[in-house]
């Protein structure tokens, strides 16, 4: 099959790789209707995460199943699936609590990568949702979406503790701020500040949800949010980008009770105590358990009652994966698809 | 009057002091019926905090009602009350919230120290809780824990999401840390484990509730907190102490997903995000509401159903608050109560 490799910082090519195969009887190989480049993946193409070895991309997938080891016992081969970026049993304490990412036989879903023509999935039963048939094809956008910006967006808005009469800010304008923000909306946030500087991505922010839109960055930000909150700060605040001075932002625009959900897998942050201690706000995040929330994610995106597919406004044939990556290292694209 | 002035590191002095007068409208004077010596007075005792000047000391209070402002509603002479270290007008956005220790009109409660025989109080009505009618001379001293380390600690568990079913650990054994115990065992927790290496602490441990001792410190700590836990570590952590040692301990003690309450005041401490962040913990803390639970906590003491005042193993008479510090460094004292 023909699938991506990165090579070095900036050197990702697309080469013949390996037919994956049932390795584990708990696996699953399936043949992927689209994938996609992360900003996650962005962290070694720019060289920030090392690059030790030729590495297979991508961890974003949706397809259908070719073939399933012989202890799978829910899915079943001809079903599409979507999945999550780590795999899970499903099963035990920590997954039942709704901490999948965390499960205790935790691994990588798409360890041959899922920049591919096929990927193998581990712990099938467990990781992968079925929709119910086959989707309609400008569907299969969102429904990749849902397998990790979506997801994870949901996951901050949860861990920010979204609802009714609140007001979110989102500090990121990657795809998963702007999920986030979509999320936000969804679960019934009252008022939703877009903390955003790019332009592209200050269009959409509106469309999924956005009442306000901040162009501050830093401590100008958290002045503009306290501004727009009587002095207070927001009640949730979602942070999406995972550096330190993204979650100094995050946490200084929170008000005292509030909540910061952390979504941006962190670089080099460290959080002051005295600051956090006499912030008062909570603080919960981490890998998102978009596992937890696909059953929920794809039944609102077969009722089309959300478009997350509208983050990816660039999409290429997998041969040029190369380019997918240059567009979003250079915010010429906010997420390439990728057509294997 | 007679009050307790630090001068510097080690040297704390009971001298004449000015009686405390109405100075706001707000304001009330109360003649306190007992006070104490607080983990918090020991930072600047020990030089960790600087003492730029002769600085009344004491937070913590209890006694009859003197005198009141003019804009004094609901707070009347005679009343026996019960305060926090911070005032609070209990009416803002953020004290209606339960955040009153960020009161938008927070300040200290008791500037002119509290470990004295008259205080000042500030924002009486919002600050201080009267009880129903004069209680008994034997409650006095779980009065006064309340004030502070009971509250403090009720904080902590309450952050820590602390409940029926769980699994509490509580690193520090400090009197909020004790408190925190007795807490967790009032909100319903069915196993608490205190981490404890001092005899005095380990006996009170279990007298508030604790069902577990682990003895270990740091990561050794860790190893046997998840032992006990089936590998996972605790539902509910609280932290009572407020170093970098003792927030790594607490964080790592908790299973993904799980709760940290953090009250003790941080001193140095620096949070790594990439540990936070794969921890998939939820972290929250601070200077403890504690006027949010006094009522509640009042009522408990009134009806005898916990006795916090048992933290305190030694009193003196107020003259002698320099030996109240001197054995709570020397660990001799778990809490110094002084009668004014």
Redesign the interface.
């Known amino acids: 099959m023909r699938g991506t490799v990165l090579y070095a910082p900036g050197d990702v090519r697309v080469e013949d790789r390996p037919d994956p195969r049932i390795e584990q009887p708990t696996d699953a190989v399936i043949h992927l209707a689209a994938t996609c480049v992360c900003g996650s993946d962005l962290w070694p193409y720019r060289g920030i995460e090392p690059v030790n070895q030729p590495t297979p991309m991508g961890h974003e997938y949706v397809g259908i199943v070719e073939e399933v080891g012989s202890e799978v016992r829910t899915i079943k081969p001809g079903q599409f699936v979507v999945g999550s970026f780590f795999a899970s049993d499903n099963t035990c304490?920590?997954c039942r609590?709704?901490?999948q990412?965390?499960c205790?036989h935790r691994e990588f879903a798409a360890a041959t990568g899922a920049q591919a023509q096929y990927a193998r999935i581990a712990l099938a039963d467990g990781t992968l949702v079925a929709t119910p048939g086959l989707p309609d094809p400008d569907l299969i956008p969102s429904l990749l979406a849902a397998s990790d910006v979506l997801g994870t967006g949901w996951f901050g808005a949860v861990a920010a503790e979204v609802g009714p009469g609140k007001t979110v800010a989102v500090v990121g304008d990657g795809a998963v701020g702007l999920l986030a923000v979509l999320a936000a909306r969804q679960l019934g946030a009252e008022r939703i500040i877009a903390m955003s500087r790019h332009e592209p991505r200050q269009k959409l922010a509106p469309e999924f949800g956005a009442t306000d839109l901040v162009t501050e960055r830093g401590d100008e930000g958290v002045a503009r949010v306290k501004e727009l909150t009587?002095?207070?700060g927001a009640h949730s605040v979602i942070e999406a980008v995972?550096t330190?001075e993204s979650?100094m932002q995050a946490i200084r625009s929170a008000?005292?009770?509030g909540h910061v959900g952390?979504v941006g897998?962190?670089?080099?942050?460290?959080?002051?105590?005295?600051e956090?201690?006499?912030?008062?706000?909570?603080?919960?995040?981490?890998?998102a358990p978009v596992r937890q929330y696909l059953p929920e994610l794809i039944g609102l995106i077969g009722d089309r009652a959300i478009d997350p597919g509208k983050v990816f406004d660039l999409t290429l044939p997998l041969e040029q994966a190369a380019e997918g990556y240059k567009a979003m290292d250079e915010r010429r694209a906010i997420k390439t698809l990728l057509q294997p």
């Open positions: 304490e920590l609590a709704g901490y990412t965390s205790v009587g002095g207070l995972g330190q979650m008000r005292p009770g952390y897998v962190a670089h080099d942050v460290a959080l002051p105590g005295e956090l201690f006499f912030s008062h706000v909570h603080l919960h995040g981490g890998p």
